[in-house]
């Protein structure tokens, strides 16, 4: 099923007819070399350089049987073994010196788009760019041109750029319908720029590339899927309304509660994120990082917890893998040597703006079992519903592991592993489909071990690259390469240089929502002084109105979660997903559809009362207005409440949906 | 004198005993390749990609005989032939094959520091950092970290970096003594980042490299001086006192010197740059682009200068490459055919803010002379003592030009046939030594070809980048490569994103320029927002003591210019050009010595009443009170008017700065 044709230009290789390789002499698809780099890291923020002091490009090729070629130059022999498993094409690489760095160009065509490469918040095709890879801080504005980035960056380094993620990932999809994956956790940065090739940059050598085609992109992201695994079923209570973000204590959410329900939203679990306590820094408000449940700020929890789930309302909480120095797990974790070390052989201690922690040591198995335990025991032995599973993108570079890998190969993986932990946790518990995290750090095995994701820490506002507008391309990236369950902090979560959260952003967020993984609000880094819905009574009737929609969707959610567990597909897709012969759709990236029957638009500006959308091929129903559409561009009424949805009137669910624009009209 | 030495390594090259290329199979000398680069320009700013996509290191080497080494890999042969030449190692290179990037790899150490590459106004010391030299706008601002800059790139992308420079040259010193030139104007980056060595790239394969060892900083200006060719004395005149920069016409200029004198101030010239006329623009004022003698502004202009030359205050006026579409000069250019043409092959028009210009075809030899004569006629002719040559940083890369030569290979040289247009006029007119013109653009060749340079448009603030403090740093930089002569703006130039001249500012100005190659005022962009000296008698006073000093330094001045002229050295000299064995002078920037024998560390902070200044070994005086110092820190008052400056005990001026602290005495 692979092909080597040789010319005097050089030598192609082709997968099943398609051009993977074109090595040519005067352009060779391999080089190999040395760099120095330089990281420096401040707070999950890196400056990374590197000095490139030798290329070397393995212009000349040798066929050594019908799978193998060496590619070379002088001394530097690069072996590719092709193979075809399970109809995929892998190619193992084997290098004979030592050399920490590596390019790969497969063959693209001017026209191609690619897709994925993780969570990317900027830009949902990467065609035109390079995507550095490599988790971290994704950046507070993550624009150069806007003020908020200028001030991040200047007093907190922490200003990223449109290529910053929380979930790098060595994977995409092409519009020539493959999809493939580098195995290499290095760092890595994938260029997209060159009309003629893709040129993937490793600081390691990959052990593998794996790639198929598919006839169509739900069948590659079904394989895609059964490459890397797929996450269990949503519990199906997530469906059931929404999720409140609230804090403070036992005693003051429960009011919170009261007070929504008062208005009619219907509230499916509550978020409480300081179970274990809080402090409050200049950064915001801040929780007590040793993950036990503080029973002075929320009294009576565990009964609170059974009585409130006969209800139907789940508590859910957090943790991450940092604890609090000189905490009392922090101190049973270093008692054991189960925490990272430093260069020095004593306890790396992280610097988190005026508190300090150390970080469980995960490649070690029993520090890992034991983190498990203290999820199983603390969180799931509580009676939660979920957790946010916080950060995962902070291992220290020059962190000294159990396991004795360098932490720059480690640095990538550790989010996986920090997956990984929760996951186990959660199946030794036998709960898999009943309890769901959520995860923003991610990498390759995500799909298999993060139950859901969110899209992390967006501003407060309405940026293109870390507003409201950058939760739609960071859904859909994740989707495309097998994470279909990804939500966000309904109203986002950043307040600092100036930007404020104000209402209608708060219900446009709402909105938006309705749309995704599930419904989750958040009170942000500083609570006090952005908008949160308690304190107002309009807002909560938008969402009494959102999560009455959310459960009459139910059915409808309830199958396209099936087909997420049990295909892969997304619940949020490009357009092209389903419309693949449409050209204009493969560059939107602010509109999906959810699921194959319903399209959505969210509004992402502000100030407005109408939005444009385009509206593929098919006969489309408005579902608050049952007014109808064919293919086409058109301004809808949008007022808060009313976002620009639409559904297939051929959808098997249309009596569902007819029935729910009799009940949430636009009069 | 060069020796080629083999080891199973590689190949090193020699030259008188030093090491000059470390050639290792594992990290070779010379890279070839291919890129695909992107030029977007907007006014003078540049925005440049590359996409390198091939890169062959020429990894094998073959003796040809004793002076020629071909280095290759596989079909790519780059043939360098070593040759001495009047004691300096000269390599040319020839390549067998079209390639359009060169890389190439000096042999250094990692102590080693150098200096250079034309005006750097940001680094001295250019060690650990790269230089991408290409001229340009050199930026507002200049420091990404600055809101200045942040304002500068959003509203007109011209922010600038550490790097951008009217006056990139490929020429630089090494603190290992030698100098060094390579021969190509293409776009070139050197980076000095590696430890081990210099790479210097460019994007074509350079002529040839020339490279001098020599014992001391003072012989190596010589020679490399010798090699550039050094320019004029500068007139007499200009030591005389200072020039005015002032406008509005002739009765306003005599108006504003007038005011001067009567405080004291010693007047030697007035530059009045809008001789030709003036419009206002959203940028503020500007000149109007016809160099043409305007009478409505100037009545009896012709009749004043030759009665103000007797009192010996000279005019000065204003011309740059530049005319002004469907004027006079223009409407003759472009109808001789002398303008630079687009790809259409219609007239180049510039936009340059709300106006518009053609460009002088430089490269023709008969426009060259055309624009001489317009400088010998209505410059020369009209009795001028010199001018600013302003601009020759926009050459757009897709002109097209009349010796078919890629514009893109031009851009570099063409400020220095713009300088050497000007040369030929005052050459051809008998007046070198007596007119002097002021250019900010440069490159190889400015050496000889401009009179003298000004360091550009500062902002008018005290931000390390593009403030009074980067006057410094890019005069050293001037300097050190053979440019003797410098001066600056007094009071800065730019007044845009919030900045605005102060008092302080324009005094602390004023102090510095007598230290430089003469003194000239500028209004600035924007003159009636901004400080003018005009407006404060205070200032005048100061004006007036700053001018009789210059007056008083006359004999100093002429004899330190006289060496410029002769020997290249540059009057403001790097403390290490004079204390060789002092470990701690070569990272100094913001102090110098103007000439051997006076120390300046000018201040370029605001509110401050002393400074701390370090003196190499030697015996010092305080210029204004006579206190005796030695090596060592010490802190020094230095109230405006004042600035700490030190003579050499021992200098055979001695008595002429004995004389001097008695008049200017700081009580």
């Known amino acids: 099923m692979f092909q080597f044709s040789e010319s005097k230009e050089g030598l192609e290789v082709y997968f099943e007819n398609h051009l993977i390789l074109n090595h040519r002499f005067d352009e060779p698809c391999f080089y190999v070399g040395k760099g120095d780099e330089t990281i420096s890291a401040y707070r999950g923020n890196y400056a990374i350089e590197d000095y490139i002091s030798f290329r070397m490009p393995l212009r000349d090729y040798e066929l050594v049987d019908e799978e193998s070629v060496v590619f070379h130059n002088h001394d530097y022999r690069l072996t590719c073994k092709f193979s075809i498993q399970d109809e995929r094409l892998v190619v193992y690489f084997d290098i004979n010196k030592p050399t920490n760095r590596f390019w790969l160009r497969l063959y693209a065509n001017r026209m191609e788009k690619v897709y994925g490469c993780g969570i990317q918040a900027s830009y949902f095709n990467l065609r035109g760019k390079n995507f550095p890879l490599w988790t971290s801080e994704p950046g507070v504005g993550r624009d150069k041109s806007s003020l908020t980035t200028f001030y991040a960056d200047l007093y907190d380094k922490a200003g990223g750029d449109y290529y910053n993620t929380y979930y790098p990932e060595t994977t995409f999809i092409s519009t020539r319908k493959y999809w493939v994956h580098v195995d290499s956790s290095a760092y890595a940065d994938f260029n997209f720029k060159h009309p003629k090739f893709h040129e993937l940059h490793f600081w390691d050598i990959p052990k593998k590339i794996v790639l198929e085609y598919q006839k169509d992109y739900l069948r590659l992201i079904e394989r895609l899927t059964d490459y890397t695994g797929r996450p269990p079923k949503l519990p ?54 040793n993950w036990v449940w503080n029973s002075d700020v929320y009294p009576n929890l565990r009964e609170t917890i059974e009585t409130m789930k006969t209800k139907n309302v789940h508590f859910l909480t957090y943790i991450c893998p940092f604890l609090l120095q000189n905490e009392t797990l922090f101190n049973e974790a270093k008692a054991l040597n189960y925490l990272v070390l430093n260069q020095e052989g004593t306890t790396y201690i992280e610097d988190f703006g005026e508190f300090f922690c150390g970080l469980v040591d995960l490649t070690n198995p029993e520090a890992f079992n034991w983190y498990k335990n203290v999820i199983r025991k603390n969180l799931i032995g509580l009676g939660v519903g979920g957790w946010m599973a916080d950060f995962g993108e902070y291992l220290p570079v020059d962190a000294v592991l159990h396991n004795g890998i360098d932490a720059k190969l480690m640095h990538n993986r550790w989010p996986v592993l920090w997956a990984q932990c929760n996951y186990e946790a959660v199946k030794e518990s036998g709960k898999l489909g009943e309890v ?72 446009r967020w709402v909105e938006m929502s309705v749309f995704s993984a599930y419904m989750r609000t958040h009170e942000g880094n500083r609570p006090s002084e952005n908008f949160q819905f308690y304190h107002a009574k309009d807002t909560m009737t938008v969402m009494a109105r959102m999560s009455a929609l959310r459960v009459a969707l139910k059915p409808y959610i309830q199958e396209i979660v099936s087909q997420a567990s049990e295909k892969g597909y997304p619940l949020q897709r490009p357009l092209f997903m389903h419309y693949l012969n449409d050209d204009s759709v493969y560059d939107l990236q602010y509109e999906y559809l959810f699921g194959p029957d319903i399209y959505v638009k969210p509004v992402v500006k502000p100030n407005v009362s109408e939005q444009t959308v385009y509206l593929p091929d098919d006969e489309w129903i408005h579902l608050f207005t049952n007014e109808s559409y064919s293919q086409g561009t058109f301004t809808v009424k949008a007022p808060i409440g009313y976002p620009p949805v639409f559904y297939r009137k051929s959808s098997k669910f249309a009596k569902l949906f007819e029935d729910i624009t009799k009940n949430f009209a636009l009069k």
């Open 436 to 507: 769901v995290y959520f995860m923003r750090a991610g990498g390759h095995g995500s799909q298999r071990y993060a139950t859901s994701l969110w899209a992390g820490d967006q501003s407060v506002n309405w940026e293109t690259h870390d507003g409201i507008p950058s939760v739609i391309p960071a859904s859909l990236s994740a989707g495309i390469i097998g994470n279909p369950f990804i939500h966000s902090d309904i109203g986002g979560y950043t307040s600092l240089h100036g930007n404020i959260r104000s209402k209608e952003l708060f219900g």
């Open 236 to 289: 199906d209570f997530v469906h059931d309304g929404m999720i409140l973000g609230v804090q403070g204590g036992t005693k003051q959410v429960l009011e919170y509660l009261a007070k929504a329900e008062e208005v009619g939203v219907k509230v499916n679990g509550l978020w409480i994120q300081d179970w274990a306590g809080y402090r409050f820094t200049s950064f915001g408000k801040r929780l007590y990082w």
